[in-house]
T-cell receptor, first 117, second 113 residues
Framework: AQKVTQAQTEISVVEKEDVTLDCVYETRDTTYYLFWYKQPPSGELVFLIRRNSFDEQNEISGRYSWNFQKSTSSFNFTITASQVVDSAVYFCALIPFSKGATNKLIFGTGTLLAVQP | ETGVTQSPTHLIKTRGQQVTLRCSSQSGHNTVSWYQQALGQGPQFIFQYYREEENGRGNFPPRFSGLQFPNYSSELNVNALELDDSALYLC????????????FGNGTRLTVT
């Protein structure tokens, strides 16, 4: 099965708290790509990061960091010192790569993050 | 760099009618995909177009069809609208290679009454 699970439906934090959004994926392919997208109330999906299955290095970009662990099939996203502008729905997504594959994103159900002032 | 633009923003249709949604891809991108996002759900892949041909399709019936034009812009057509077609329709453009990041437009909110 090709699947992405985001078990946290909603998270509420107070500004300046750190928050981690969980993502667990399933795929039978050895090559795949993982993504995180942010969807603010305006509706547009904003691309945040892409990782390929051969690169397990963690990545940090400002207040954002990502922890990719193939052993647990997880690709978690941490926001440090959260801000009200971080309030949005966050989606984890997967593109499996096999012969004949298309560039099709398989999304999780999303996590609604509410950052209170 | 021009991003992905979609029109219209909102649309209200009656069950049984037909609708056309439009999308202009980001400059430099030759592949367009369409997704349906029901309320509270993640987007679901409808289909993808490359060089004016459909080259991937999700689990959607044939009454969902599309076109891609030589300038890489695209249309999504839905015939015989049903109440369950009410959703946010998102267009995304990307490069051709599998794994290329998809860049999305703001979407069209379709309501079927």
């Amino acid at each position: 099965a090709q699947k992405v699970t985001q078990a946290q439906t909603e998270i509420s934090v107070v500004e300046k708290e750190d928050v981690t959004l969980d993502c667990v994926y399933e795929t039978r392919d050895t090559t795949y790509y993982l993504f995180w997208y942010k969807q603010p109330p305006s509706g547009e999906l904003v691309f945040l990061i892409r990782r390929n299955s051969f690169d397990e290095q963690n990545e940090i970009s400002g207040r954002y960091s990502w922890n990719f662990q193939k052993s647990t099939s997880s690709f978690n996203f941490t926001i440090t010192a959260s801000q009200v502008v971080d309030s949005a729905v966050y989606f984890c997504a997967l593109i499996p790569f096999s012969k004949g594959a298309t560039n099709k994103l398989i999304f999780g159900t999303g996590t609604l993050l509410a950052v209170q002032p | 760099e021009t991003g992905v633009t979609q029109s219209p923003t909102h649309l209200i249709k009656t069950r049984g009618q037909q609708v056309t949604l439009r999308c202009s891809s980001q400059s430099g991108h030759n592949t367009v995909s369409w997704y349906q996002q029901a309320l509270g759900q993640g987007p679901q892949f409808i289909f993808q177009y490359y060089r004016e041909e459909e080259n991937g399709r999700g689990n959607f019936p044939p009454r969902f069809s599309g076109l891609q034009f030589p300038n890489y812009s695209s249309e999504l057509n839905v015939n015989a609208l049903e109440l369950d077609d009410s959703a946010l329709y998102l267009c995304a453009s990307s490069g051709r290679d599998v794994g290329s990041p998809l860049h999305f437009g703001n979407g069209t909110r379709l309501t079927v009454t």
